[in-house]
């Protein structure tokens, strides 16, 4: 999209967004018209015409509304709303109250004081299961690998479905932000790790740690079973080390690209031989046998370094601190990074020895966290969407497995990022395929009265010449694989129909009451509370004109499928 501020980009996002809406697809020309592969998207041009408009619309209504802000004054409303959204999924009117009469520094503490390193719901029996792993070995059946196959695919969904729940009950949301921040920074993927129980210890660690020390962090990562697994550590042993782990400890876990040099990472993965895993119970193991106790030079620095001396030559760097801050200020704040802030936030992070909290609170108590500038410029990744839309309406599903489908089919599947990148996030989450996904979902959750089903949709898709997410042969299917056998991606697509029957069946265990809702709002009259709702939902003005006089269920649908409720 070139070279634009955070502002514009999000005002071509919403401007796509616009145009997609379920009332732009109620004709199958129409619908074609957008998924037309061949010819350039009329959309994409009407956007980049209005980007430099709406852009600064935006940002000067932002300004207009934004109060002067002393460090010292409370967050009022807005600020606490926009505090809680960007470090959680979807607060509630209640919370943001509680938190509008606190200081920015008091708001943060608070948050901080509350996180937890263990998960609220326990986990499924299948995660932690004592019984040896006994993955299939070289001579087992084709039959017995199919099994495991079956088994790992069915624990997988348990995971899924128990971590989303985690997400929409947990007291702490902020705790599971930095679980599945740290999740798309330490990235392994259960297609290739395959076994569902490391994959659940991966997650207890970066729990354990979401909050804590940064150093305590990446060792116990480069530790971690599945990570293990997946950067081929089982591998590497002296005389023939693997070089996978050193090269993205450097490139992606800390230093970050530019900082290193290829020698750096061959004398690296040296230094990591001998790291390795029991293979009847999956716990990390050092294999002296295959250590390699030679002279070493890594960074500048030579000695008979063994893999966490390694580490703690990275830590000591101040290129790692700035790489980690950096990225946790995209993360909470915008796209494009502010080196002067970052570099200063970063020489804290590493004053502090590495201590995660030092640096959150540098960034969220920061003016640049609540400029006007950088309001509504994130896009809400799918998993925020879908966890965040029920807990803003307090909605109790009777089931969690049709969220995690959702959140895959909108290319989030949750323990199986796309690489060892992770997802990329930001604008990659928003085209046509997966926001009409987004707005159907979001549609069908609101609409209580609503008979069609998540499966009728998907029809109506296939109908109109639309790529189903779900399907095998959907450019979005690759999210939804959960091992990586022979047998594996026909085992998820045998398993597709009964997904979106399961989908259907979970959204279908909502009941939402939209009169009920609006009403628990302040406001002595419907059009006050639907004001309240606009500034609850939504994190900058609205792209069309809303009726909030309308009926309940209106002016909420009207919000949620307004395109400023994708972005945060």
């Known amino acids: 999209m070139g070279e634009r501020s955070p502002k514009a980009r999000s005002n071509a996002l919403l401007h796509l967004a616009r145009d997609t809406t379920p009332a732009s697809r109620d004709s199958a020309t129409q619908m074609n018209r957008l998924h037309t592969p061949s010819a350039p998207s009329p959309l994409a041009a009407r956007a980049r015409s209005f980007v430099a408009i709406a852009g600064a619309l935006a940002i000067a209504a932002l300004v207009s509304q934004a109060p002067a802000f002393a460090a010292s004054a409370t967050l009022g409303y807005d600020d606490a709303r926009h505090l809680l959204a960007r470090t959680g999924f979807g607060p509630n009117d209640a919370e943001i109250r509680t938190y509008a009469s606190m200081t920015r520094e008091a708001a943060v503490d608070t948050l901080l004081r509350g996180a937890q390193t263990v998960a609220t719901l326990a986990p499924p029996a299948s995660a932690t299961d004592t019984s040896p792993l006994r993955p299939p070995r070289g001579d087992a059946t084709e039959e017995e690998r199919k099994a495991f196959v079956r088994k790992q695919v069915r624990e997988g969904l348990e995971l899924r479905a128990w971590w989303i729940n985690e997400m929409r009950v947990t007291p702490s949301p902020l705790t599971e932000r930095m679980t599945l921040f740290w999740h798309n920074h330490f990235v392994s993927a259960q297609p290739k790790v395959r076994t569902t129980r490391l994959m659940y210890w991966q997650n207890a660690t970066l729990r354990e740690n979401a909050l804590g020390n940064f150093g305590t962090l990446l060792h116990a990562i480069a530790k971690d079973p599945a990570m293990l697994v997946y950067l081929d550590g089982v591998r590497s042993r002296k005389g023939t080390p693997n070089e996978n782990f050193a090269r993205e400890v450097m490139e992606l876990f800390t230093l970050g690209e530019g900082h290193y040099t290829e020698q750096d990472i061959k004398e690296a993965a040296r230094a990591f031989t001998g790291w390795s895993l029991d293979r009847e119970t999956g716990q990390y193991v050092f294999r002296p046998a295959l250590h390699d106790y030679g002279l070493k030079t890594v960074l500048g620095k030579s000695g008979r ?15 790692t601190a700035e790489y980690v801050t950096a990225k946790l200020w ?15 936030i970063a020489a804290r992070f590493h004053e502090s020895h590495y201590d995660i909290r030092v640096a959150l609170r540098e960034i969220l108590t920061s003016d640049g966290f609540y400029s006007a500038e950088h309001r509504g410029v994130l ?10 839309t029920l807990r803003v309406f307090h909605l109790q599903p009777g089931q969690a497995l049709p969220f995690a489908v959702a959140a895959a089919g909108m290319g989030q599947n949750l323990f199986s990022p796309p690489n060892v990148k992770g997802w990329p996030g930001g604008e990659v989450w928003i085209n046509t395929t997966t926001l009409l996904a987004r707005k159907q979902f979001v549609d069908r959750v609101v609409r209580a009265d609503d008979a069609m089903s998540m499966a009728g949709a998907a029809a109506t898709r296939s109908e109109a010449g639309v790529a189903d997410p779900m399907s095998a042969e959907s450019p979005s299917a690759a999210p939804i694989q959960l091992v990586a056998t022979g047998g594996a991606v026909d085992a998820a697509a045998a398993e597709r129909k009964r997904f979106l029957e399961r989908m259907d069946r979970g959204v279908s265990t909502i009941r939402f009451d939209a009169a009920r809702w609006l009403a628990q709002l302040p406001g002595e009259t419907a059009v006050e509370r639907g004001k309240r709702a606009q500034q609850l939902l939504l994190a900058v003005a609205p792209q069309q004109s809303i009726d909030l006089s309308a009926d309940p269920t209106a002016v909420v649908r009207a919000l949620v499928l307004d395109a400023t409720y994708q972005l945060k």
Do not use: H, N, Q, Y
């Open 305 to 319: 370094f063994d893999g966490d001396d390694v580490l703690d030559i990275l830590l000591a760097r101040p290129e």
């Open 330 to 344: 995209r993360e909470f704040v915008s796209p494009d990074v502010d080196a002067t802030e970052v570099r200063r």
């Open 379 to 388: 896009v809400k990744s799918p998993v925020e969407l879908i966890v965040g």
